[in-house]
T-cell receptor
Framework: GDSVTQMEGPVTLSEEACLTINCTYTATGYPSLFWYVQYPGEGLQLLLKATKADDKGSNKGFEATYRKETTSFHLEKGSVQVSDSAVYFCALSDPGGAQKLVFGQGTRLTINP | GAVVSQHPSWVICKSGTSVKIECRSLDFQATTMFWYRQFPKQSLMLMATSNEGSKATYEQGVEKDKFLINHASLTLSTLTVTSAHPEDSSFYIC????????????FGSGTRLTVV
């Protein structure tokens, strides 16, 4: 079945460091890909998405490119801030049209000042 | 943008009682809503897909009689945890698919359930 694999956390960085959180997926067909962010005690917020190969999603300085050849959707940011501390989830939508989201295990990011 | 309101944000109940969690789409119609469960420091596990006007579709291993889902209108889905036990304590999150936004999924803020 469809699956999403994220790099293991937790990840701890200093402010202004570069960030990459790896995400790879397995799916039949052509899924849409998402990154969600979860702040402590809250639900999930959509960070960015890409719906087809080579699309680049971007938001709040974060970027991710849909790479079909490597089945990847790595999250990147050039300079992180303390406020970026959260748990990040990579996800794909069920290409079969059932609209279900399949999530990776999540990566906890902590940014130190 | 699309907003999903989930209520209550936290609840403490005694073992054996039932708890209802509401999920409302405030500014769009959601024919499909999803209920997830999240254990501490873990990912989201899809419990069921709630379809307006029809029975919910449960994922394998989720007890239908334990987790009752009702989606009576295009803006409201409810999850009732029946005869709750301490092992049901978890963070429950709903999500709605906004058909007006291509592949848009909006999440509620979650409900922290503690069964004592």
């Amino acid at each position: 079945g469809d699956s999403v694999t994220q790099m293991e956390g937790p990840v701890t960085l200093s402010e202004e460091a570069c960030l990459t959180i790896n995400c790879t997926y397995t799916a039949t067909g052509y899924p849409s890909l998402f990154w969600y962010v979860q702040y402590p005690g809250e639900g999930l917020q959509l960070l960015l998405k890409a719906t087809k190969a080579d699309d680049k999603g971007s938001n709040k300085g974060f970027e991710a490119t849909y790479r079909k050849e490597t089945t990847s959707f790595h999250l990147e940011k050039g300079s992180v801030q303390v406020s970026d501390s959260a748990v990040y989830f990579c996800a794909l939508s069920d290409p079969g049209g059932a609209q279900k989201l399949v999530f990776g295990q999540g990566t906890r990011l902590t940014i130190n000042p | 943008g699309a907003v999903v309101s989930q209520h209550p944000s936290w609840v403490i109940c005694k073992s054996g009682t039932s708890v209802k969690i509401e999920c409302r789409s405030l500014d769009f119609q959601a024919t499909t809503m999803f209920w997830y469960r999240q254990f501490p420091k873990q990912s989201l596990m899809l419990m069921a897909t709630s379809n307006e006007g029809s029975k919910a579709t449960y994922e394998q291993g989720v007890e239908k009689d334990k987790f009752l889902i009702n989606h009576a209108s295009l803006t409201l889905s409810t999850l009732t945890v029946t005869s709750a036990h301490p092992e049901d304590s978890s963070f429950y999150i709903c999500s709605a698919a906004d058909r007006g936004s291509n592949y848009g999924y909006t999440f509620g803020s979650g409900t922290r359930l503690t069964v004592v």
